[in-house]
């Protein structure tokens, strides 16, 4: 028994260690809201709060353990007369405090099945089975303690040499103890993380070509009859598709995957430690990094080609976390932007750091200046600020460098006083590669830009319905107008004086506009057409030369005739890249180039 209370005093000591360890340097993580609704015998508990408590455990163990050492001392002091006098009750009680915190908490906490709760829904990380296992071990070692101090003389028959090696193995079962800790609080384990060499990006084809290949996206749940897909965004070496567990990255030529991020799922299809959120996947920097956020863990940067984790949250994810909505129109492709209460700020992609801010580009002495949303490309920021009082009548567009945030552009926007009758009204359009800038007064006005050096001396265009598409190497442009009686008309247009080159061909009244691209030789679209020989509908992908507008041969998005619940295209490293989503499957069409 001598010898078992020396090994409780290694054990106490160990499990104090332990419990720094996981207070103070443990990897942690934060479990803001983090709860467990427990049941009584007729009603529901109160939920019990989670968020604390690694360090509620680890504290506990640390002054269990306190108090437990100071019985140990009252033994060696108690242990050559074998009476500790007066103070016996005292130490008692402290020995009962030291003995029973642990305990306490793991019934007030219902510790099995906090622990289920916290390893189902959280990441792993080593603080909380650390802390766990540091209360066990200064329980443990508070019994064989509490065992001695009933006899402190039997302490002084044991050998010095004998006492010191029971500690030390105490000791050295806590160091054992420990390293199960850092195991079980490894996430590593629940992860899937495959990486790919670094190889150049191929460019985005020149013209359509011909169906390679197809890709059904992952559902990722139902919900009012409807069955809903994962994500998917251009980057790295072609495009990246999202999943409940996580993220895949393709290759555009070939469709095979190169890299990927997923996480282990249960038995109940639930990804362990919180899966990917959905509608988070971006590409930005050009497509050299994707971006995602994760329920419990937050933002994580991958490098787009290689899938290597470039940063985790960070500034950026410190402020997207607070404001959920970006705030901004951001392309594929485009730089890191938030629209921060009424302040831009820019991040540096690589790294989530924050880069630069800037104010709306007027003042306006009442008020803040209202604000368009902006749009973000991969270089520039546009904004359109004015003021809305008719003794105020600034307005300007501008654009900012998407790295520094200094202003390259800007230009300044005539404007007459407001009426009650006449409100001036703005917007910002993206256009996959450009913008689209419309105004109201004193005339409807619109700007189409390709590129920032544009938008101080690009002369106003004709107000037209809509601009599908924008070639920022050349002046070339796609307009659309609907007729009266006639349905759609699609035209090439030079941008900076709104004149028609040609219209485009063979297009059937019953077009529903969807998605536009101008490539290098061609123009693709993808279009719904009630008017196929067959006289059954499809979604189909069509092509006209850039030089003459002349058709190529339509190509159909589903391999039997009907229509798609949501269909477009996506030009892309390596593929031109048409979607189909029919309410059953959501494909990804890959065309480019035979050869």
């Known amino acids: 028994m001598p010898t078992a209370g020396a090994l409780g005093a290694g054990l106490v000591a160990g499990g104090m260690l332990l419990a720094a360890y996981s207070r103070w340097y443990a990897e942690s993580r934060p479990l803001d809201g983090a709860s467990m609704r427990t049941k009584g015998w007729l009603t529901d508990r109160p939920s019990v709060d989670l968020s604390a408590l690694p360090e509620t455990l680890a504290t506990a163990a640390l002054v269990a353990g306190a108090l437990l050492l100071i019985v140990c001392a009252a033994v060696l002091l108690a242990a050559p007369h074998g009476s500790y006098r007066d103070w016996g009750p005292i130490v008692g009680l402290v020995g009962a405090g030291g003995l029973l915190t642990f305990p306490y908490l793991a019934v007030k906490y219902r510790l099995p099945w906090a622990w289920d709760e916290l390893r189902t829904d959280h ?20 019994v064989l303690v509490l065992r001695l101090a009933g006899e402190p003389s039997a302490f002084a028959r044991i050998p010095r040499r004998t006492a010191t090696v029971a500690v030390v193995a105490g000791l050295v079962v806590s160091g054992a103890v420990a390293v199960g800790t850092e195991y079980l609080g490894d996430d590593r384990r629940n992860l899937d993380h495959v990486t790919a060499a670094r190889v150049a990006v191929p460019a985005v084809p020149d013209r359509l070509g011909v169906e390679q290949y197809r890709l059904s996206v992952p559902a990722t749940g139902r919900a009012g009859g409807q069955t809903f897909f994962g994500d998917f965004t251009t980057a790295g ?23 990927h991020y997923l996480r282990r799922t249960g038995d109940d299809g639930r990804p362990i430690g919180g899966g990917y959120i959905e509608r988070s996947l971006t590409s930005i920097d050009g497509g050299s990094v994707i971006l995602a956020q994760w329920r419990r863990a937050g933002w994580i940067a991958f490098d787009a080609v290689t899938g290597e984790i470039l940063w985790r949250n960070s500034d950026f994810g410190i402020d997207a976390g607070a404001y959920e909505q970006l705030g901004t129109q ?9 629209d921060w209460r009424d302040q831009l700020r820019g991040y540096d992609p690589r790294t989530g750091a924050l880069a630069w801010t800037a104010e709306p580009a007027v003042e306006c002495a009442a008020h803040q200046p209202h604000r368009v949303r ?27 460098d998407a790295r520094t945030g200094a202003v390259v552009a800007r230009r300044e926007i005539p404007r007459a006083a407001e009426t009650s009758t006449a409100r001036f009204s703005a917007d910002l359009k993206p256009l996959r590669t450009g913008v689209a800038i419309e105004w109201n007064l004193p005339t409807p006005t619109m700007l189409v830009i390709g590129a920032p050096g544009e938008l101080a001396t690009a002369p106003p265009i004709e107000w037209v319905d809509s601009y599908g598409a924008v070639d920022p190497q050349t002046t070339d442009a796609v307009a659309r107008e609907w007729v009266r009686g006639a349905g759609a008309r699609d035209v090439v247009v030079n941008r900076t004086t709104g004149v028609a080159k040609y219209e485009l061909p063979d297009l059937p009244s019953t077009l529903a506009y969807t998605d536009i691209a101008l490539l290098g030789t061609q123009i693709v679209q993808v279009a719904s057409n009630d008017t196929v020989a067959s006289g059954d509908g499809r979604d189909e992908i069509r092509a006209w030369s850039r030089t003459d507008g002349a058709p190529s041969q339509p190509q159909p998005l589903l391999e039997t005739a009907g229509y798609c619940r949501t269909s ?12 189909c989503d029919d309410g059953q499957e959501l494909e990804l069409i890959g065309f480019r180039p035979a050869g």
């Open 237 to 259: 070496t072609g495009f990246v598709v999202s999943s409940v567990a996580g993220i895949t990255a393709y290759d555009g030529a070939t469709g095979a995957p190169t890299w």
């Open 568 to 579: 477009g295209l996506v030009p892309a490293p390596g593929v031109i890249l048409g979607y």
């Open 374 to 400: 902006p749009v973000v490309t991969a270089t520039t920021v546009y904004t359109f600020d004015w003021c809305g009082y008719s003794a105020e009548p600034s307005a300007a567009i501008t654009a900012l």
């Open 123 to 142: 990441p792993w990380f080593a603080a909380l089975p650390a802390a766990i296992a540091a209360g066990v071990l200064v329980t443990l070692g508070g």
């Open 330 to 338: 951001s392309l594929d492709g485009a730089a890191l932007v938030l």
